[in-house]
């Protein structure tokens, strides 16, 4: 379970670990080496722990100084340990298994069985990079090589150094239980390959995410997530120790209770556990209420059911802070736009980048974080004319409501008649929506006629024309009646656009002439 390098070229190969097993290629590239990592139901949940020993000495390990909401109180090589760590989650879409690694921040010691990363204190040789000392099921521990110039990202790694969390992401998968893949799945670019690869690329950036294969050997060893997994949605309340946080999510057991689990900075797997807080009884099977111990650090907090097994997504929290804001919408362009079509709508303000709902009218929509500031969306055909209220929902609640108009600017045009004589046809053009239906009102009577929704019909002739031709052009005629002589027939075109609002035409007049 170690990498070691090619010395020609930025190459990462290894040996598989004796009791790794093999399967046909043509169904599966993964292998196993025996053991997973347990929930414990008793005095130990530390078998999905990871935490770091920082002792690195290289300067490139350690200057990523830009703090990171979703990985609260972690920097440089703890952040690039505690994101390899995170590419094996069950909430992230690459691997969305029954798995789920919990941050524990740093230790002092890189023991065995801790389950933790650290700087070896001499060269491993022989090209290794890194290796994972098993066995699995009681703990491991991961020693990183300390003659390779080692990156903490995020960005790509410049020259010969090597990439902190794409060889984390591998041997971390070794943690877990799974073997090298095997070396058919390892061909070609860099793109796509498994992370379990016995020969990686380059600088082990592409290392980062999960292939299929990858997860599918996740799968192997935990399964499919249960339908009974717990799920933190999000937290609010207070983030201060001593204080009430509370957790929102679902299947929470109701009536019932759950452990709560922080990051604390731990040192073993055994024993009592800092940072748990025990039978917590659930509020619902969406809420639960904890009051946060003096243990707690910056990092996650998870749901852990000891008797089920079950552990929940691990959710950031940056203990001692203010709880983060709910997000602030400030502008929603444009401010009108067509019902027929309408088109993008872009909503400006702050707090989007964990924005989880949009809502638009009252309905959820897809929608696009474009940054912080901005998001996108498809606005939705609307139920009627009108004001528009638009919210967005992050971890942390929902902002205040923006706003657009929809309206009509789409109408048909009525652009032609043919002349007004007693007995012959008189004939109409006009030009709109070519999706749409129409129909032709036509009389002597002036008031008859009205731009946009009306309720009020009299006097007039209804005539029924179907959709325009593929030019976005209609026509309809009728025989002028006798008796109409010397009088002026006003007309206009209605369309329906399917929600119960008419869109009218200008109004055009004709004279009979005889």
């Known amino acids: 379970m170690n990498f070691t390098r090619i010395q020609s070229a930025l190459l990462l190969t290894g040996a598989l670990a004796a009791s790794a097993t093999l399967s046909s290629p043509s169904l599966r590239g993964f292998t196993t080496i025996g053991g997973s990592l347990g929930v414990a139901t008793t005095g130990n949940g530390y078998q999905r722990d990871v935490r770091i020993q920082d002792n690195s000495t290289d300067p490139q390990s350690h200057d990523n100084n830009v703090p990171d909401a979703s990985h609260p109180g972690a920097l440089g090589a703890q952040l690039a340990v505690w994101k390899a760590a995170q590419a094996w989650n069950s909430n992230v879409p690459s691997a969305a298994k029954n798995f789920d690694y919990d941050w524990q921040g740093t230790t002092t010691a890189n023991n065995p069985s801790q389950n933790t990363v650290g700087w070896g204190a001499s060269n491993c040789g022989g090209g290794t990079l890194a290796f994972t000392e098993p066995p699995i099921a009681d703990g491991w521990r991961i020693v990183v090589c300390p003659e390779w110039t080692w990156a903490d990202g995020p960005g790509s790694p410049a020259g010969g150094q090597i990439d902190i969390q794409g060889v984390m992401a591998h041997e971390l998968g070794h943690a877990l239980g799974l073997g090298h893949a095997q070396s058919n799945f390892c061909t070609g670019s860099c793109t796509n390959r498994s992370t379990m690869c016995p020969v990686i690329c380059s600088n082990g950036v592409s290392e980062r995410d999960l292939a299929p294969d990858d997860a599918g050997g996740l799968q192997s060893i935990y399964g499919a997530i249960p339908g009974n997994k717990p799920t933190i949605t999000s937290i609010g309340g207070s983030f201060q120790v001593g204080q009430t946080l509370v957790i929102n999510g679902t299947n929470f057991p109701f009536p019932g209770t759950v452990n709560v689990k922080f990051t604390a900075g731990t040192t073993t797997n055994t024993g009592a556990i800092p940072g748990v807080v025990f039978n917590v009884a659930t509020t619902s099977s969406n809420q639960v209420s904890v009051t946060i111990p003096a243990a707690a650090l ?74 912080d500031n901005s998001i996108t969306y498809g606005g939705p055909q609307p139920s009627a004319l009108g004001a528009v209220l638009v919210t967005v929902t992050n ?105 119960a609002t008419i869109l009218a035409s200008n109004i055009f007049s004709t004279s009979i002439i005889f």
Not at 309 to 337: E, H, M, R
Not at 416 to 429: E, S, V, Y
């Open 395 to 499: 971890p942390f609640g929902t902002s205040n409501s923006g706003s657009f108009t929809y309206v009509e600017t789409n109408p048909p045009e009525l652009v032609t008649t043919g002349f007004g004589l007693t007995g012959q046809p008189l004939i109409w053009t006009f030009g709109g929506p070519a999706s749409n239906q129409y129909f032709l009102i036509w009389g002597v009577d002036p008031t008859t006629f009205v731009y946009g929704p009306f309720n009020i019909l009299v006097n007039f002739e209804l005539v029924a024309i179907g959709s325009l031709d593929a030019a976005g052009l209609g026509g309809a005629q009728i025989v002028v009646p006798p008796g109409l002589t010397g009088a002026i027939v006003y007309s206009q075109v209605l369309t329906f656009d399917g929600i």
């Open 298 to 371: 910056k990092g996650n907090v998870l749901i852990w059911e000891p008797t089920p097994g079950l552990l929940s997504n691990p959710f950031p929290i940056d203990v001692g802070a203010p709880p983060p804001a709910p997000p602030v919408i400030t502008n929603v362009s444009p401010s009108q736009t067509d019902a027929f079509s309408p088109g993008l709508i872009t909503v400006s303000g702050s707090g989007f980048t964990s924005a989880t709902q949009v809502v638009s009218g009252g309905v959820s929509v897809g929608f696009t974080v474009v940054n």
